[in-house]
């Protein structure tokens, strides 16, 4: 079924294993909520997700026989990757577990804010005056929802803030990767470097897991390690400039879960700075794929 869906690949199927990918993502964050309730530090969150995840990974990879996907001559650029990677994620759980899904999930968005700014630094891309005024305009919203409240916490936007930063820098680093290696030989060096670096970690802040919480462990675990591949699929199959705008739809899965399981209603500024910060990261995204199609008709008529 899944081979025939590939051979019958299109834009719409790309979009709908993308929207189901964020579904996913949005699962693992109620599952890193739910660990944190019951005790859990990001450190241990990230080394169950990332060791098993591992696992997963490469039982596929031996059992499909493709071996050489664990392969690289860029062991370097996956360590950085996984370094920051991994940061990021320690950062990105512990921002879960100290706001609501829905504020954390529009911070987290501003990597998209961050990225255009570290393109400019580490490869000299050019950004237009519009796409800097999106930008202020993006923060602007960023800066509305963290207005002082008794709702959000100054640690946990700090730690959203710094894992959303990561996370545009990690999309710097695979951009690079991303010429030469394959997503799923991304995904096998992440996980395992993630993992070795959370396990050695452990213990400074593990603790013996309960019984009743491994469905939790294994939850986070299986909708991440799905999400990441599934998100690998969905680019295959459709264009960046229709998968990346379905990541938004992370925002209402959020509020359905702060709603159902914590009760949880946003006020007005999360609506509001968050509609901006969505608008703002459409609107960069439409520029930058304007300005990819002018160079790709200079290019031809250069030919």
């Known amino acids: 079924m899944i081979k025939a869906f590939l051979q019958t690949s ?21 599952f890193a909520k739910l660990l944190g309730e019951a005790g859990y530090h990001p450190v241990e969150v990230t080394f169950y997700r990332n060791a098993i995840g591992f696992l997963i990974v490469l039982g596929w990879l031996l059992a499909r026989k493709r071996a050489a996907l664990m392969k690289t001559k860029r062991p370097r650029a996956h360590i950085s990757r996984a370094v920051i990677g991994t940061t990021g994620f320690v950062l990105n759980i512990a921002a879960f577990q100290l706001m609501p899904l829905s504020e954390t999930t529009i911070f987290l968005f501003s990597s998209s804010l961050i990225m255009p700014v570290l393109a400019v630094v580490f490869l000299k891309d050019k950004v237009g005056v519009y796409r800097w005024l999106s ?14 409240s008794g709702q959000v916490s ?80 969905a680019y295959k199959l459709a264009p960046p400039a229709l998968v990346a705008p379905l990541n938004y739809t992370g925002l209402i899965w959020a509020l359905l879960f702060d709603m ?7 006020g007005w500024p999360v609506f509001f700075g968050g509609a901006v910060v969505i608008a703002s990261n459409l ?11 002018r160079a790709k008709a200079e290019t031809a008529l250069v030919d």
């Open 283 to 293: 609107f960069i995204l439409h520029r930058e794929q304007a300005a990819q199609r």
């Open 10 to 30: 299109s834009p719409v199927q790309g979009m709908l294993v993308a929207a189901l990918t964020f579904l996913l993502l949005s699962v693992m964050q109620v």
């Open 135 to 148: 930008i202020i305009v993006g923060f602007c919203g960023v800066a509305l929802i963290a207005q002082p």
């Open 260 to 266: 159902l399981i914590w009760s949880y209603v946003p």
């Open 154 to 233: 100054l640690i946990g936007v700090v730690c959203a803030l710094s894992g959303a930063t990561t996370t545009a820098i990690v999309g710097i680093n695979l951009r690079y990767l991303g010429r030469t290696e394959h997503p799923l030989t991304v995904v096998f060096f992440f996980l395992m470097i993630g993992a070795l670096l959370a396990g050695a970690a452990m213990p400074f802040f593990a603790h013996a897991p309960k019984m009743t919480d491994l469905w939790m462990i294994a939850g986070i675990a299986a909708s991440g390690t799905a999400a990441q591949i599934l998100l690998s699929l």
